[in-house]
């Protein structure tokens, strides 16, 4: 028990400085006007993730015992995002409002908090059973969920410049022609026309099958009833969107839930996020990480709200899937008899087989990609890439007991359910029980979708 509980200890230390130094990688590359501002309401400034993180670590010690001593000029009031336990909540479109702590404060105090975290682990008092082995782990997760998060929010601000040069470029970002390679030597089912698989209905078991870390909203694993249903092999294509954009999707309230119809009307929604039709090119183009280009048929339609997903099903004669049916398309393996955690299996090297953020593409990857991570089912892509909305609404399981208060639980109500992860999810964070959410209305985050339909 001695030598695993070393080995556990050994194993989240090394979680821990792999995933502040990435954090660090992707802030490194910012000018520091850049670093500062908050470019919506609804996102951050990287300055502000990059201290609110070290602050939830500090929670977590002083949880757990232990004071961090900070130089009076840091003043950490500007850092809680949303826990009433912790007093003064700065309102998140004030964040930008208060560029404090300074960049160079922040630095100077995250450097503080790791000598501490590491301190704390190295002491040997925790179990790994204890809550404190838990906290810790979940403080890693938190970190690599505001990765994924500043990511979202660089995209945001830097897609207002013109100049397509005027842009977040990751020196880790493959370059195009690695990209191509990377794709014709991984697959050759790219050009595959999308289908749909059966799975089997009956007694499904959702929810986190081990006693590894995981999230409490994935807890705990509980019995629900699926009927028999179909499911696509592959995520929904920028080639399929356009078909429903060109067929007037978005000017038939028909196919639109009637929040959504009053968005596509106010905001004037006629694409998904951050496309545009240039008349002297002749097509749709977006500027993402890779700059200013054109729409590409073949990768998965993504920053579309539930509400276009929704729409788009119903155009498409089809429905999405329940959370339910899209983990059992993922999981089941009808062979074993059994759930997998990832759909490839058991093998935790996530970035071997999906595009997740180590896969360095900084943008979805064509359908049929990674062939050897498909489900059981014949499933593509069902872990990164995209996260991919269900018609689930977002709620506790039944029996769901908090690990963490504030965290998942007070966020059950107006927020659906996505599944999969992104290009941008760090591979030691997702799996396919791993439950997110959004408001259905939100675009800004990588999302696309699947559909299913009934038999």
Not at 217 to 235: G, M, Q, R, S
Not at 363 to 390: H, K, L, N
Not at 397 to 420: A, I, M
């Amino acid at each position: 028990m001695t030598q695993v509980l070393h080995d556990s200890l050994e194993s989240i230390t090394k979680e821990f400085r792999s995933t502040r130094r990435t954090t660090l990688d992707i802030f490194s590359q910012l000018r520091q006007e850049d670093a500062v501002v908050q470019a919506s309401d609804f996102g951050s400034p990287p300055n502000w993730h990059l201290a609110h993180v070290s602050w939830f670590y500090q929670k977590v010690l002083e949880k757990h015992g232990v004071k961090i001593s900070l130089p009076e000029e840091i003043n950490l009031a500007y850092l809680n995002s949303y826990y009433q336990k912790y007093d003064f909540i700065l309102s998140k479109p004030q964040r930008g409002r208060f560029p404090r702590p300074t960049i160079r404060q922040t630095l100077q105090y995250r450097s503080l908090v790791d000598k501490e975290v590491v301190k704390f682990l190295k002491q040997g008092n925790i179990n790994y059973h204890d809550d404190a082995y838990y906290d810790i782990k979940l403080a890693n997760q938190h970190e690599m969920q505001h990765q994924e998060l500043m990511i979202y929010d660089l995209q945001y601000y830097f897609n207002r410049f013109i100049d397509p040069n005027d842009n977040f470029r990751p020196s880790s970002m493959k370059s195009f022609e690695a990209r191509e390679d990377s794709f014709n030597n991984t697959t050759n089912v790219h050009d595959l026309h999308p289908s749909m698989v059966k799975i089997p209905g009956g007694i499904y078991s959702l929810g986190y099958p081990s006693d590894q870390f995981c999230y409490d909203n994935e807890l705990p694993e509980h019995k629900v009833y699926l009927e028999n249903y179909l499911i696509d092999t592959f995520p929904v294509t920028n080639g399929d969107y356009q078909r429903f954009m060109d067929d007037a999707g978005y000017d038939d309230y028909n196919l639109w839930l009637a929040d959504g119809w009053d968005l596509v009307r106010e905001q004037d929604w006629n694409a998904p996020l951050y496309w545009t039709y240039e008349k002297g090119e002749g097509c749709w183009m977006k500027k993402d990480f890779r700059g200013n280009i054109k729409i590409n048929p073949k990768e998965p339609v993504v920053n579309v709200s539930f509400y276009e997903a929704h729409a788009y099903a119903r155009w498409a004669g089809k429905r999405l899937p329940t959370e339910a049916e899209w983990e059992k398309a993922a999981s089941w393996n009808e062979d074993l008899q059994r759930k997998s955690l990832y759909p490839w299996g058991e093998d935790m090297a996530v970035h071997k087989y999906a595009n997740v953020l180590e896969s360095n593409n900084w943008a979805p990857s064509r359908i049929g990609t990674y062939e050897q991570g498909r489900s059981y089912f014949g499933c593509f892509q069902m872990i990164g890439d995209v996260w991919e909305w269900t018609s689930s609404e977002y709620g506790l399981y039944p029996r769901f007991k908090s690990k963490f208060s504030e965290y998942t639980d007070k966020w059950s109500v107006n927020q659906k359910v996505l599944r999969g992860g992104s290009f941008a999810t760090p591979w030691l964070q997702i799996r396919n029980t791993y439950r997110n959410y959004f408001r259905p209305n939100e675009r800004i985050l990588f999302s696309g979708f699947r559909c299913a339909a009934d038999p």
